[in-house]
């Protein structure tokens, strides 16, 4: 059974640094193929995809947040953590994990399961 | 980026009804389309996955259709667990953009 959970900061202040970190279980980041992604939900709003890091430490990041973002991956502690820097009120959300599954045909993916989430406030 | 448009934005329906959401991509996509379900204070769920694969352990009366850049959810006869939002994701390229979401009511 595979399970992720976010961890980190609930409230950080406007120009700070947040740093989110996934614990997942089920399945190793060191499999061919594997990926965990990353995703935020403004409170309200629509889903947004912010990143994705693979087995082989590739990364791929959302253009808008490019400049902010950076994903890592430890393997040995079956963790994945997200920082992005200069946080501003915008940027409150709940922030997911997410493992990345593949079809057994094509070079179809998608996001299951994902974590619970966990709400990040940007106030001073 | 591809841009994903859902309609309609909001829905009402009773339970027993058929609805469908469509989604719309901005460049071809070919098969690359998830759908999403998501109930308040939940982490989403993923209903269809390669835009007509039913996720196991989802009810036969959700499908998934279309190609290239339509494509349609249609849930034949709706159960209250289904009232819901539910969201698109294009997979074909990154970044992989979601769709607005839908949000569907019990009329």
């Known amino acids: 059974q595979i399970t992720l959970k976010e961890s980190g900061p609930t409230l950080v202040k406007p120009t700070q640094t947040l740093t989110l970190t996934c614990t997942f279980s089920?399945?190793?980041?060191?499999?061919?193929?594997?990926?965990v992604g990353w995703i935020r939900q403004p409170p309200g709003r629509a889903l947004e995809w912010l990143g994705v890091?693979?087995?082989?430490?590739?990364?791929r990041y959302s253009p808008s947040l490019r400049s902010r973002l950076t994903i890592t991956k430890d393997t040995s502690k079956n963790q994945v953590v997200l920082t992005m820097t200069n946080m501003d009120p915008v940027d409150t959300a709940t922030y997911y994990c997410?493992?990345?599954?593949?079809?057994?045909?094509?070079?179809?993916?998608?996001?299951?399961?994902w974590g619970q989430g966990t709400l990040v406030t940007v106030s001073s | 980026d591809i841009q994903m448009t859902q309609s309609p934005s909001s829905l009402s329906a009773s339970v027993g009804d058929g609805v469908s959401i469509t989604c719309r991509a901005s460049?071809?996509?070919?098969?690359?389309l998830n759908w999403y379900q998501q109930k308040p204070g939940k982490a989403p769920k993923v209903l269809i996955y390669?835009?007509?694969s039913l996720q196991g352990g989802v009810p036969s009366r959700f499908s998934g259709s279309g190609s290239g850049t339509d494509f349609t959810l249609t849930i034949s006869s709706l159960q209250p667990e289904d009232f819901a939002s539910y969201y698109c994701?294009?997979?074909?390229?990154?970044?992989?953009?979601f769709g607005q979401g839908t949000k569907l009511e019990i009329k």
């Open positions: 997410a493992h990345r599954r593949v079809g057994l045909v094509g070079a179809f993916t998608w996001f299951d399961p």
């Open positions: 089920g399945f190793s980041l060191t499999t061919n193929g594997v990926a």
């Open positions: 890091i693979y087995w082989d430490d590739d990364k």
């Open positions: 460049q071809s996509i070919g098969s690359y």
């Open positions: 390669a835009a007509s």
């Open positions: 994701q294009q997979s074909s390229t990154t970044p992989y953009t």
